[in-house]
C-alpha cells in the first residue's frame, strides 16, 4: 500500500463504512421485514420533551408519548424521572428533531455518517501504535470490524450502544496521543472523555485511572491536570444541575440503585445462569417476584427510590457475600460471552444469536490467547500499548461486575479485542506467503 497515503486509506474506509451500513440497512429491510429493530423509546420520550418544553423528563407509565412501551411499566418502575439515565444519546436525536420534527430520517444519516468514523478511527489507532506505519496492517483489524454483522444495520438502531462506541474509541485513540504532549490533544480527550460521560458514566473510570498511569511518568505533575480538570469541571456542572433540581449532589443517575438491586438479588443467579451474554429480560424475569409487595414505590421521588434499591442491594450482598461473588463470576462469563441467550424479549432472533456466534467466538479465543502471550512471553517490557490495551478492557468490564452484565456492554471495546487478534496471528504470517501484510 505505498501508493497510498494516511489520508486516503482513512477517507476509503469512510466511504467504504457508508456503503456497509446502506447495504446492511436496504437488506434488512426488504430482505427481513419482520425483524424487529433494535430502540429504546426512553431516548425518544427524553428528547421530545427537551424538544417540546425543554425538560429532562420521562414519564414511565404516565404519559403516552411517544412509544407503548412505556405506558405498561411494572408498578415499582412507574413515575417522572428527571435523571433516570445518560442523556448523551437523547441529545443526538434532540438534535436531529432540530433539523425536522419527522427525524427518523435525519437521525439515520446522522448516525450513518458518524458511525461510519468508528473503522477509520480503528485504522488510525492501528497504525499509530499497534502497526506502525504499516497501511495493510493497520486496516486489516478495521476491515474485519466492517464484516460485524451488528455495524452493518448501526444507523438503523435507536439507542445508544453504538455511539458510547464511537465515543470510546475515540477517547481512547486520543489516551495514547497525550504522550505528544500538545495543548489541543489534551483538551480534545479531556473533551472526549465527557462526551463519554454524557453517554455512559461509568466509561469515565477506566479511561481516567490508565491515563493517570500512564501519564504519570511521562509528565510533570502539573502537565497531567489539564485533562482531568476539564473532565471534574464536566462532573461537576451535572451534579450542580441535579443538585438545583433535586437538593443533593449526584454526579451519575438515579437509576444506580436500581441496577444495582437488579444485579445483586436472591434471583439474580439463576437468571445470569440461563441467559449468558444478554440481560435485556432481566427487569421482566425479576421484578414480577417483588413487583406487587413493593407497589408502595409508585409513589417514591425518583431519588427515594434509589435510596431504597441501594439499600435492598447492600443488604443481599453484606448477608449473600458467597453468592455475590457467584453472581459477579457469572456477569464476567456473560460480559465475555459470544452466545447470546435471551428468552421471551420483542427482538429476540435465533439467526441473530448464531450469526454473532460464529462472527465473536474466533475474536474472543484469539484475543484470549494474545493476552496470555502478553504475560508468558513478557511482552510487558516491550509493548506498552498493548499494555494499556488489555487494562483499559478489563477496567471497562469490572463496573459491570458491580450491577449486571451483557455483551452489549462490551460492545464499545470490541474494539480492543479485533487489535489483540491481529497482533497474536500476522507475526505468523511469513513475507512469502503473504506479502500483502509483510512488514516493509
Not at 194 to 209: K, Q, S, T, W, Y
Not at 323 to 344: A, C, H, Q, Y
Request: charged share 15%.
Amino acid at each position: 500500500m505505498k501508493f497510498l497515503t494516511l489520508t486516503k486509506v482513512f477517507s476509503l474506509l469512510f466511504i467504504l463504512s457508508v456503503i456497509v451500513q446502506l447495504l446492511g440497512s436496504i437488506v434488512l429491510v426488504n430482505s427481513f421485514p419482520n425483524e424487529k429493530r433494535i430502540y429504546d423509546p426512553r431516548f425518544q420520550q427524553l428528547a421530545y420533551n427537551l424538544n417540546t418544553d425543554h425538560s429532562f423528563e420521562i414519564k414511565w407509565g404516565t404519559d403516552k408519548n411517544p412509544d407503548r412501551i412505556m405506558i405498561n411499566p411494572f408498578q415499582i418502575q412507574r413515575g417522572i424521572y428527571q435523571n433516570w439515565f445518560p442523556i448523551g444519546y437523547a441529545l443526538v436525536i434532540y438534535s436531529a428533531m432540530l433539523i425536522d420534527s419527522n427525524y427518523s430520517k435525519i437521525l439515520m444519516i446522522l448516525q450513518l455518517l458518524l458511525y461510519s468514523f468508528i473503522p477509520p478511527l480503528i485504522f488510525l489507532l492501528s497504525n499509530s501504535f499497534y502497526f506502525q506505519n504499516n497501511y495493510s496492517r493497520a486496516a486489516f483489524p478495521s476491515l474485519l470490524f466492517l464484516l460485524n454483522p451488528y455495524y452493518s444495520i448501526a444507523s438503523i438502531w435507536i439507542t445508544d450502544t453504538w455511539m458510547i462506541t464511537l465515543i470510546t474509541l475515540l477517547c481512547f485513540y486520543l489516551l495514547l496521543c497525550t504522550i505528544k504532549k500538545r495543548l489541543k490533544i489534551n483538551i480534545a480527550f479531556g473533551l472526549a472523555v465527557v462526551m463519554l460521560f454524557l453517554l455512559r458514566p461509568i466509561g469515565i473510570f477506566p479511561l481516567v485511572v490508565v491515563y493517570i498511569i500512564y501519564a504519570w511518568k511521562e509528565y510533570r505533575i502539573f502537565k497531567i491536570h489539564l485533562p482531568l480538570i476539564i473532565v471534574l469541571f464536566g462532573i461537576l456542572t451535572w451534579g450542580y444541575r441535579n443538585y438545583l433540581l433535586f437538593h443533593q449532589f449526584d454526579f451519575t443517575n438515579s437509576s444506580v440503585g436500581y441496577n444495582l438491586w437488579l444485579g445483586n438479588n436472591f434471583y439474580t443467579n439463576n437468571f445470569l445462569k440461563n441467559h449468558l451474554g444478554d440481560c435485556s429480560t432481566i427487569e421482566d424475569k425479576i421484578i414480577p417476584y417483588f413487583d406487587t409487595k413493593w407497589s408502595f414505590l409508585k409513589n417514591y421521588s425518583e431519588y427515594q427510590k434509589d435510596e431504597f434499591f441501594k439499600q435492598q442491594a447492600w443488604n443481599f450482598i453484606k448477608s449473600h457475600p458467597l453468592e455475590t461473588l457467584e453472581n459477579s463470576f457469572w456477569k464476567m462469563i456473560g460480559f465475555w460471552s459470544p452466545l447470546r441467550v435471551r428468552t421471551d424479549h420483542w427482538s429476540e432472533s435465533t439467526v441473530k444469536t448464531i450469526v454473532m456466534m460464529i462472527y465473536f467466538t474466533p475474536l474472543l479465543f484469539l484475543s484470549f490467547l494474545s493476552v496470555l502471550k502478553f504475560f508468558w512471553k513478557k511482552e510487558y517490557k516491550i509493548k506498552r500499548e498493548k499494555g494499556i490495551l488489555i487494562l483499559f478492557m478489563f477496567l471497562w468490564m469490572i463496573p459491570h461486575l458491580a450491577f449486571f452484565s451483557t455483551s452489549r456492554f462490551r460492545a464499545p471495546i470490541d474494539f480492543g479485542l479485533i487489535i489483540l487478534s491481529f497482533d497474536l496471528i500476522i507475526p505468523y504470517f511469513t513475507k512469502n506467503r503473504f506479502p500483502i501484510i509483510s512488514d516493509k
